[in-house]
């Protein structure tokens, strides 16, 4: 069974924090992708990686940056947290051909 | 940018009727389409994909559409059950976007026993 997994399902955070959300696959995935869900827009992306210590901005990337130095983990980093960031998070990996993508359980992050 | 929006926000629909889920898409050179289940608490489920050299596709209860001439993508569920209430998004990837995938902003399915 494929596997995407998130290191945590609820975390609370101060504004100001350095915050790190780590995700891990089991699928020998190229690409890797950060997204931030919120009620009526949908999925977001912040960041993507397509291969070990290489990343590329998305849609959203103010606030953020993220970290590949292994193949099947990708973290994001929220520098200084701020409540404007209190949102689920998805963290997804797939193959770099066009094709689907499979996503962790979500970390619902509270910032107050 | 991109843009993927679904017609509803929300859909009520009794049980063992079948639902429909539209979801229009703005990027004519969109090559692959994605839906996604989503049920609460969870992270999105792969449910069915399509390619755009073809206009249907057929699973197990599911079926999707394309019309690329109006570029638009249906998602039809067959004598829908309780278990089938969820936010199901759709989304659509191209090689001219980098393996990004744009993701419409959901419809809530409820099905009512």
């Known amino acids: 069974d494929v596997k995407v997994t998130q290191s945590s399902r609820y975390l609370v955070k101060r504004t100001g924090e350095k915050v790190f959300l780590e995700c891990v696959q089991d699928?020998?995935?190229?690409?890797m992708f950060w997204y931030r869900q919120d009620p009526g827009l949908g999925l977001r992306l912040i960041y993507f990686?397509?291969?070990?210590?290489?990343?590329e901005k998305g849609d959203i990337p103010e606030g953020y940056s993220v970290s590949r130095e292994k193949k099947e983990r990708f973290s994001l980093i929220l520098e200084s947290a701020s409540t404007n960031q209190t949102s689920m998070y998805l963290c997804?990996?797939?193959?770099?051909?066009?094709?689907?993508?499979?996503f962790g359980q979500g970390t619902r992050l509270t910032v107050v | 940018g991109e843009s993927v929006g679904l017609h509803l926000p929300t859909l009520s629909v009794q049980e063992g009727d079948n639902s429909i889920i539209n979801c229009a898409y703005s990027?004519?050179?969109?090559?692959?389409f994605i839906w996604y289940k989503q049920e609460s608490g969870k992270g999105p489920q792969f449910i069915i994909d399509?390619?755009?050299?073809?206009d249907k596709r057929q699973g197990q209860r599911v079926t999707v559409l394309l019309n690329k001439t109006v570029k638009h993508l249906s998602l039809q569920i067959a004598a829908t059950q309780p278990g089938d209430s969820a936010v199901y998004f759709c989304?659509?990837?191209?090689?001219?976007?980098?393996?990004?995938?744009?993701f419409g902003t959901g419809t809530s399915l409820t099905v009512i026993p």
């Open positions: 399509i390619r755009s050299n073809m």
């Open positions: 997804a990996s797939s193959f770099p051909l066009v094709t689907e993508a499979f």
């Open positions: 990027n004519s050179a969109s090559d692959y």
């Open positions: 699928m020998d995935h190229e690409n």
């Open positions: 990686s397509y291969d070990v210590k290489m990343k």
């Open positions: 989304a659509e990837n191209s090689a001219n976007t980098g393996n990004q995938f744009y």
